[in-house]
């Protein structure tokens, strides 16, 4: 019963992460029309850095700072906030948000293949294979919704390398010993802040912008649910089924960036995204039922 309701509890968590998830390539969209990338991308983290520090007070947690704790929160810090994130913002300015949310869809096979490298518990069996074969069929029928995808290369390959930035810390925290969550979305959202700060103002001038109040709500959007709640719930994802299952979220995030995009930018829905829909479902289900939770 109790294997039962944990499954469960992660499926539920799984699908909350895809809606979350799959809202930031519009709300960045939104975000950069105004605002230039890693400033954006800085006030994002100053926002949930701040949501982060007031949850830490009112349950009365301190976030540990020893060598160790400080290497694992600089290094999910850069590959799992600072890098994807300014990669994908940066990328955002020209590639439509539907087209983002499927190249992120790479991400599950180099985070299986990672995970089965670097961790010991990790392992790819005919269910995980067949399943990650199955999402990026899906991913073929959704790539539909833009014939030439050589049209802004240079941005394209960006969210590319997001993706496998993505997976290094998504593994990487996988290897933590007395893996904490909250202090890990803690600690890296901090350094995340830290490290956006002077590199703002190295690239770009934030203090001469003008962003408008639509850029700044989804930037203030992005840093409180998208990154806290989120952020949390992917760590927690991570702890509960393993890397791998954790990062089929990213079946499901070009779905929910489709519809969004269809809804509020007038961005292409047709029949091959519903095909492409039935084959990631049934892709998570395959990678979920050999995950060891």
Known sequence: MEQIKKKNLSLILLLILGLIWGSSFLFIKLSV????PITAVLLRMSVATICIIF???YIKKKIPFKNLNVKDY?????FGNVLPFILVSWA??????NLTGIIMGLMPLTTVLLAYFFVKNERITIHTFLGVILGFLGLFFLLEIKNNLNNNLLSELAIVLATFSFATATVYARRIQKFQPLFVLSGS?????????????LFENPLSLDPSNQSLFFAFVLGILNTAIGGLIFFKLIKLSGASFTST??????????VWGYI???E???INQLIGLFFIILGISLVHRSANI
């Open 33 to 36: 029309d105004t605002i230039s």
């Open 189 to 201: 959202t901090f350094f995340a802040f830290l490290i956006l700060l002077p590199l703002s103002f």
């Open 249 to 258: 979220v990213n079946f499901l995030t070009p779905f929910v960036a489709i």
């Open 55 to 57: 949850y830490l007070i």
């Open 92 to 97: 955002e300015i020209k590639v439509n948000t």
């Open 264 to 266: 509020f930018l007038n």
């Open 268 to 270: 292409t829905l047709n």
């Open 74 to 78: 600089l290094i999910i810090a850069i």
